[in-house]
């Protein structure tokens, strides 16, 4: 915290009364509390905030410890510490009961005054942030819904394609080449050594009648119901049902080849068991995994996770509450909480992940509620993201092409950093369009722009355009 270097002499002969206006306006609520903890005077900003917090009105002469919740109230002993000790203590987030079946979470910082032993507690409300947050994890669980069915429809094409025990070739129509064949139709056709893609159609393929594999797919391409074509491949007894199938994707057309023995016994055995393989390979997977109970405190936690947050063993973290380590504020972890027990699992959260030596790493986070026999547990897996979202500064100064783009910001960004830097980007570009529309006649721009020379001269200044000697000359 940097302080007034003159107080008395900047702020003069400042009574209590206008102390008190000060500290009622720079707060949405404040607290004088003396050397017990005990509440003397109270000042909240807004009627709103002052009905829902529960007995508010009669919170003066309490313990401050009896105004919050249970799990903030060694918080509150911690606080007034600090301040005796430093005179000002460190932010920390206290939740209040409130009369609508709610929570409300307030940041905290308490400054000792005067000399009669007595604090200030000065409070934000993060309402506003929680419910930022809150509409962005719903959003990002929308889509991700709407990802998650395209992504099962995939899967289930793909389990099925790979594992069908039929060759399966796809076919662009356009270039007659195959862009993709399953296990079976390369170890019937290519022996198993992958070569299949990319061929054309049906040449090269080792087949009898090759001719007549081509009307079947000419006809297919039409759109007419065709029947299955029996045939035979190169020096091989064996006779297959071959069927076509056209479907589109986007602009481009396809044909879906099957090629069916008409006699077929291979029986394919069932995978073996690999949950002590799955078991080893989160341990020491590079993405950080972590359980904890229902209350965000760790039970488990990996190698990777540990080395993110700098620790040297895991009982360093067992115990601990997550969010030690995890989260730009205290208010992530409640998010993750709370959209945890309300969906059952959330993706790609963006968050920040504070090492116990002062690193600081941007990471996603994946998980998932899990119910056991006694008690509710949550896993996590945190992956770091920092290579992802630390970008040339050159390309900072692109407007981002689409709103996904300004949305992945959310969360890693303070949201008036985002305002800033998109409006700079914006002020830039017009500068430069106007600029090159008046073949850099800047008195032009200036007009054309709706700005005086002068503040023209101020922004490309501070953008750093054009040669403004002889301009700054002129204007002296």
């Given at each position: 915290?940097?302080?007034?270097?003159?107080?008395?002499e900047s702020l003069g002969d400042l009574d209590a009364e206008a102390a008190a206006t000060v500290i009622a306006a720079?707060?949405?609520?404040?607290?004088?509390?003396?050397?017990?903890?005990?509440?003397?005077?109270?000042?909240?900003?807004?009627?709103?905030?002052?009905?829902?917090?529960?007995?508010?009105?009669?919170?003066?002469?309490?313990?401050?410890?009896?105004?919050?919740?249970?799990?903030?109230?060694?918080?509150?002993?911690?606080?007034?510490?600090?301040?005796?000790?430093?005179?000002?203590?460190?932010?920390?987030?206290?939740?209040?009961?409130?009369?609508?079946?709610?929570?409300?979470?307030?940041?905290?910082?308490?400054?000792?005054?005067?000399?009669?032993?007595?604090?200030?507690?000065?409070?934000?409300?993060?309402?506003?942030?929680?419910?930022?947050?809150?509409?962005?994890?719903?959003?990002?669980?929308?889509?991700?819904?709407?990802?998650?069915?395209?992504?099962?429809?995939?899967?289930?094409?793909?389990?099925?394609?790979?594992?069908?025990?039929?060759?399966?070739?796809?076919?662009?129509?356009?270039?007659?080449?195959?862009?993709?064949?399953?296990?079976?139709?390369?170890?019937?056709?290519?022996?198993?050594?992958?070569?299949?893609?990319?061929?054309?159609?049906?040449?090269?393929?080792?087949?009898?009648?090759?001719?007549?594999?081509?009307?079947?797919?000419?006809?297919?391409?039409?759109?007419?119901?065709?029947?299955?074509?029996?045939?035979?491949?190169?020096?091989?007894?064996?006779?297959?049902?071959?069927?076509?199938?056209?479907?589109?994707?986007?602009?481009?057309?396809?044909?879906?080849?099957?090629?069916?023995?008409?006699?077929?016994?291979?029986?394919?055995?069932?995978?073996?068991?690999?949950?002590?393989?799955?078991?080893?390979?989160?341990?020491?997977?590079?993405?950080?995994?972590?359980?904890?109970?229902?209350?965000?405190?760790?039970?488990?936690?990996?190698?990777?996770?540990?080395?993110?947050?700098?620790?040297?063993?895991?009982?360093?973290?067992?115990?601990?509450?997550?969010?030690?380590?995890?989260?730009?504020?205290?208010?992530?972890?409640?998010?993750?909480?709370?959209?945890?027990?309300?969906?059952?699992?959330?993706?790609?959260?963006?968050?920040?992940?504070?090492?116990?030596?002062?690193?600081?790493?941007?990471?996603?986070?994946?998980?998932?509620?899990?119910?056991?026999?006694?008690?509710?547990?949550?896993?996590?897996?945190?992956?770091?993201?920092?290579?992802?979202?630390?970008?040339?500064?050159?390309?900072?100064?692109?407007?981002?092409?689409?709103?996904?783009?300004?949305?992945?910001?959310?969360?890693?960004?303070?949201?008036?950093?985002?305002?800033?830097?998109?409006?700079?980007?914006?002020?830039?570009?017009?500068?430069?369009?106007?600029?090159?529309?008046?073949?850099?006649?800047?008195?032009?721009?200036?007009?054309?722009?709706?700005?005086?020379?002068?503040?023209?001269?101020?922004?490309?200044?501070?953008?750093?355009?054009?040669?403004?000697?002889?301009?700054?000359?002129?204007?002296?």
């Amino acid at each position: 915290m940097k302080l007034f270097r003159a107080p008395k002499e900047s702020l003069g002969d400042l009574d209590a009364e206008a102390a008190a206006t000060v500290i009622a306006a720079a707060a949405d609520i404040a607290l004088v509390v003396d050397g017990d903890g005990v509440i003397q005077d109270i000042a909240i900003q807004g009627p709103d905030l002052a009905l829902e917090l529960e007995n508010a009105d009669r919170w003066l002469g309490r313990p401050w410890s009896e105004a919050v919740r249970e799990e903030s109230q060694p918080k509150v002993g911690a606080l007034l510490q600090e301040a005796a000790a430093q005179r000002t203590s460190r932010w920390r987030q206290l939740n209040h009961p409130s009369s609508l079946d709610a929570e409300i979470p307030v940041l905290y910082s308490v400054v000792q005054v005067g000399q009669r032993n007595r604090f200030v507690a000065i409070g934000r409300d993060l309402r506003s942030i929680a419910a930022l947050q809150q509409r962005v994890v719903e959003a990002q669980i929308s889509i991700e819904r709407d990802y998650s069915r395209l992504r099962h429809l995939e899967t289930r094409y793909r389990m099925l394609f790979q594992s069908s025990s039929e060759a399966v070739l796809i076919v662009d129509t356009a270039s007659q080449r195959v862009v993709e064949a399953n296990p079976a139709a390369n170890k019937l056709f290519a022996h198993g050594t992958e070569r299949l893609v990319g061929r054309p159609f049906p040449d090269g393929l080792g087949i009898e009648d090759s001719h007549a594999l081509q009307s079947l797919s000419a006809m297919a391409k039409t759109g007419a119901n065709v029947e299955d074509l029996g045939l035979r491949l190169d020096g091989r007894q064996e006779e297959f049902l071959v069927s076509a199938t056209l479907f589109r994707q986007d602009v481009a057309s396809f044909l879906l080849v099957r090629f069916e023995r008409v006699r077929f016994d291979s029986p394919t055995a069932p995978p073996s068991s690999a949950k002590s393989k799955l078991l080893r390979l989160v341990e020491t997977a590079p993405d950080g995994f972590v359980v904890t109970d229902r209350d965000g405190r760790i039970v488990i936690a990996n190698a990777a996770f540990l080395t993110m947050a700098q620790l040297s063993s895991e009982n360093q973290a067992r115990g601990e509450s997550i969010d030690r380590w995890l989260g730009r504020s205290s208010v992530d972890l409640s998010v993750l909480i709370a959209n945890l027990k309300q969906h059952g699992s959330i993706r790609t959260f963006a968050t920040a992940l504070r090492g116990e030596y002062g690193a600081n790493t941007d990471v996603e986070i994946s998980g998932v509620a899990m119910a056991d026999a006694d008690q509710q547990s949550f896993g996590f897996a945190i992956r770091n993201v920092d290579l992802r979202v630390k970008t040339d500064p050159l390309a900072r100064r692109e407007l981002p092409r689409s709103v996904k783009q300004l949305t992945e910001l959310v969360g890693r960004v303070p949201l008036k950093d985002i305002v800033r830097e998109t409006t700079d980007v914006i002020e830039r570009l017009s500068i430069e369009a106007a600029l090159e529309l008046t073949s850099d006649n800047r008195a032009s721009a200036a007009e054309m722009l709706g700005l005086s020379r002068q503040s023209l001269y101020v922004k490309l200044r501070r953008f750093g355009l054009g040669d403004l000697g002889a301009e700054d000359a002129s204007e002296r």
